[in-house]
C-alpha cells in the first residue's frame, strides 16, 4: 500500500515522508471530510503543528481541498484526480448534517455558474446544503 501513496504524492510533486503518508492513508480511509483535530485524534500522538503544514501542503499541490461548511473549523476532504497546485477543479457542493456534524463531498452535484455584475470577480464559490444525511435519517 505504501508504493500506491507514495506515487499519489510523487504525481502531486509532495515529498512521501513518513507523516505525509500516514495522513494521506489517514484520509483515503475517511467518508466524510475531517478537521484537522479529528486528524490530530486519528493520528495521535502526532504533532498538531505538523498535521496543519501537512494539510497545508496538500492543499498547495492539489491533493485536498478545505471546506468552509459554516460551522467555523475548516474542514478537509481529497480532491479529485484533476486537481493541481493553485489549480483546484473540483467545483462541488457540500453537505452538513446538523444531526451527527459531518461534512461531505457531492461531487455529483455541481456549482451551477454563477453570472456575476460587470467587473466582478469571484475567486471561489462555495454551496453547502444543510440537513441530515443518510445514517442520520433512517
Known amino acids: 500500500m ?9 504525481a502531486k510533486q509532495i515529498n512521501p515522508t513518513a507523516m505525509r503518508l500516514l495522513v494521506l492513508n489517514f484520509l483515503q480511509t475517511q467518508s466524510h471530510a475531517i478537521s484537522l483535530t479529528d486528524l490530530e485524534k486519528g493520528l ?5 503543528v505538523t498535521l496543519y503544514r501537512t494539510l497545508k501542503t496538500f492543499e498547495e499541490n492539489g ?6 461548511d459554516g460551522t467555523g473549523i475548516t474542514k478537509y476532504a481529497l480532491c479529485k484526480e484533476h486537481c493541481y497546485p493553485g489549480e483546484h477543479d473540483d467545483v462541488h457542493v ?45
Do not use: M, W, Y
Open 2 to 10: 505504501n508504493g500506491q501513496l507514495e506515487k499519489t504524492l510523487k
Open 44 to 48: 495521535a500522538p502526532a504533532d498538531r
Open 63 to 68: 491533493l485536498v481541498h478545505s471546506i468552509d
Open 94 to 138: 457540500h453537505f452538513f448534517c446538523r444531526k451527527c456534524g459531518e461534512t461531505f463531498c457531492l461531487p455529483k452535484t455541481q456549482i451551477p455558474e454563477v453570472i456575476l455584475p460587470v467587473n466582478f470577480h469571484s475567486d471561489e464559490i462555495n454551496i453547502v446544503a444543510k440537513g441530515v444525511c443518510d445514517q442520520c435519517s433512517g
